[in-house]
């Protein structure tokens, strides 16, 4: 399964990116697990596009702007904390037709919680990992992890500080188990230094994990890093690790 | 025979042969200087996940403690995605919406397809 | 403080109302974590009515009831947590609540 890329930026023609030019097991089996499900009638072909296709055009960029949005305009920061799912129109996200099927995870009480100087929230879900997905998209691995969905609730500062977050002691961490039907993001403080700047602007600052509650918004802190763990393989293997080395 | 985990969870073999080979994203990426932090297949796999539950074959809390447990155990030196992809799998078949042995059949026939294109 | 009819939802708690988790056996699952059981904890917002999420899987004909978000002190939680002013919240419906003594109201 090979496609080149090849780009035409500015009138230059770039190499096509690499490819991973071998096919894994892994592509093999969700090849056959999905067209077996098909085949016994689990589900059909055109729901299963239907729910690829949501799952690619969801991302945080809606989040983003509400919260660049709230910022910029103190009528429509209070909307966001009354009502929250008309707030999420004004960006093009209609929390009531989120997939245009309504699964039974896309639960449609949509809350933002705002961080002040005295009070800094984090969200998780202990009991599986519930996450607003038509604002934030898909939620990252370590969201999903046992690791976290345990330790935030009882460690949440020790947790944070594994992200590069330090909460000084009198700010009040609040932990948001989302454990039902509602979906909560956090509406960050707005940082020093953005005076001036434009919704675009303070947009570009507010990345996934701001809005989770384990990273806060900088000028100049355009993306989400944080150490990717090294997986442990069998006997034979030495992996590479992707992304920022621990 | 399958040895028993101390979950309850028995090992499948299919299963296992995949997971020792060790060809996790994480692996393949780097050996071909590919950059795209996930495997091409996260998002047809979401929409698996999606559609067993909407058609409730497979409900999205059930499938996720599954997923934790099998994650924590069998598979737990498996990074995700591909971890995700194997518990479903093991869910699958021990919930017996399909058979292992149909589900080695139907690899072997997708990859002749694929290595023939 | 009475039961529901099919058209009035249970709310039995306001904002500020004082409140402790029920320890209660339940039939299949529960989305009441066990760290919170027997804890008390405060109404911090009223969410919306609707069915438990417990009825509703396997489609009994349940109540409608008030769903409440509850703030926790982490000190109340874990006996060993060392910041004082931090929080917990999470959602739970008016089955799963009672009353501690709100006389002081």
């Known amino acids: 399964m090979t496609t080149a890329t090849g780009g035409h930026d500015h009138g230059h023609i770039h190499p096509p990116a690499p490819q991973v030019e071998e096919i894994s097991d892994y592509s093999v089996l969700e090849i056959a697990l999905r067209e077996l499900a098909i085949e016994h009638g689990l589900f059909t072909a055109e729901e299963h596009l239907h729910f690829t296709e949501w799952a690619e055009k969801i991302g945080p960029a809606?989040?983003?702007?509400?919260?660049?949005?709230?910022?910029?305009?103190?009528e429509f920061k209070k909307l966001c904390l009354t009502d929250a799912n008309a707030a999420s129109k004004a960006v093009g996200v209609d929390w009531l037709d989120p997939t245009g099927a309504g699964t039974p995870s896309d639960?449609?009480?949509?809350?933002?919680?705002?961080?002040?100087?005295?009070?800094?929230?984090?969200?998780?879900?202990?009991?599986?990992?519930?996450?607003?997905?038509?604002?934030?998209?898909?939620?990252?691995?370590?969201?999903?992890?046992?690791?976290?969905?345990?330790?935030?609730?009882?460690?949440?500062?020790?947790?944070?500080?594994e992200f590069g977050l330090i909460v000084p002691p009198e700010v009040e961490v609040r932990v948001e188990d989302s454990n039902q039907k509602c979906?909560?993001?956090?509406?960050?403080?707005?940082?020093?230094?953005?005076?001036?700047?434009?919704?675009?602007q303070?947009?570009?600052?507010?990345?996934?994990?701001?809005?989770?509650?384990?990273a806060s918004p900088k000028p100049g802190r355009t993306a989400d890093?944080?150490?990717?763990?090294?997986?442990?393989?069998?006997?034979?293997?030495?992996?590479k690790p992707m992304g920022v080395a621990e | 025979m399958s040895a028993a985990s101390d979950t309850g969870h028995d090992r499948i073999a299919l299963?296992?042969?995949?997971?020792?080979?060790?060809?996790?994203?994480?692996?393949?990426?780097p050996k071909w200087g590919c950059n795209d932090p996930d495997p091409p297949w996260k998002f047809p796999l979401a929409g698996t996940f999606e559609a067993l539950s909407e058609s409730g074959a497979l409900p999205s809390l059930e499938r996720r403690h599954a997923e934790d447990e099998l994650g924590?155990?069998?598979?737990?030196?498996?990074?995700?995605?591909?971890?995700?992809?194997?518990?479903?799998?093991?869910?699958?078949?021990?919930?017996?919406?399909?058979?292992?042995?149909?589900?080695?059949?139907?690899?072997?026939a997708v990859r002749s397809r694929l290595e023939e294109e | 403080m009475s039961s529901s009819s099919k058209n009035t939802p249970v709310c039995r708690f306001k904002v500020g109302d004082r409140v402790r988790i029920k320890d209660q056996s339940w039939l299949f699952y529960s989305r009441v974590q066990l760290y919170a059981r027997?804890?008390?904890?405060?109404?911090?917002?009223?969410?919306?009515?609707?069915?438990?999420?417990?009825?509703?899987?396997?489609?009994?004909?349940?109540?409608?009831?008030?769903?409440?978000?509850?703030?926790?002190?982490?000190q109340d939680l874990w006996p060993e947590y060392a910041f004082p002013n931090d929080t917990l919240q999470s959602e739970y419906p008016d089955r799963w609540l009672e009353p501690l003594n709100n006389s002081q109201a």
């Open chain 1, 62 to 74: 809606s989040g983003s702007r509400l919260v660049a949005k709230a910022w910029l305009d103190p």
């Open chain 1, 107 to 161: 639960y449609t009480h949509f809350v933002v919680l705002e961080d002040t100087p005295t009070l800094h929230h984090v969200i998780v879900c202990t009991l599986c990992s519930c996450y607003p997905r038509p604002m934030l998209g898909n939620s990252p691995y370590w969201y999903r992890s046992t690791n976290y969905r345990r330790r935030l609730v009882r460690w949440p500062r020790q947790v944070l500080s």
């Open chain 1, 183 to 200: 979906r909560f993001m956090v509406m960050p403080m707005r940082p020093e230094g953005t005076d001036g700047w434009t919704e675009d």
């Open chain 1, 202 to 214: 303070l947009a570009e600052i507010v990345t996934r994990d701001c809005m989770i509650g384990v």
């Open chain 1, 225 to 239: 890093k944080h150490p990717i763990h090294k997986a442990r393989h069998p006997v034979g293997h030495e992996p």
């Open chain 2, 15 to 29: 299963l296992e042969a995949i997971r020792s080979q060790g060809k996790e994203w994480g692996v393949l990426a």
């Open chain 2, 72 to 108: 924590d155990s069998l598979y737990k030196d498996v990074p995700p995605p591909e971890s995700y992809l194997l518990t479903l799998a093991h869910t699958m078949i021990e919930r017996g919406l399909l058979a292992e042995g149909e589900l080695q059949q139907k690899m072997q």
């Open chain 3, 38 to 74: 027997g804890v008390e904890g405060t109404i911090a917002r009223l969410n919306y009515t609707d069915l438990v999420a417990e009825d509703e899987t396997f489609n009994v004909e349940g109540e409608i009831e008030q769903h409440y978000i509850v703030q926790f002190r982490q």
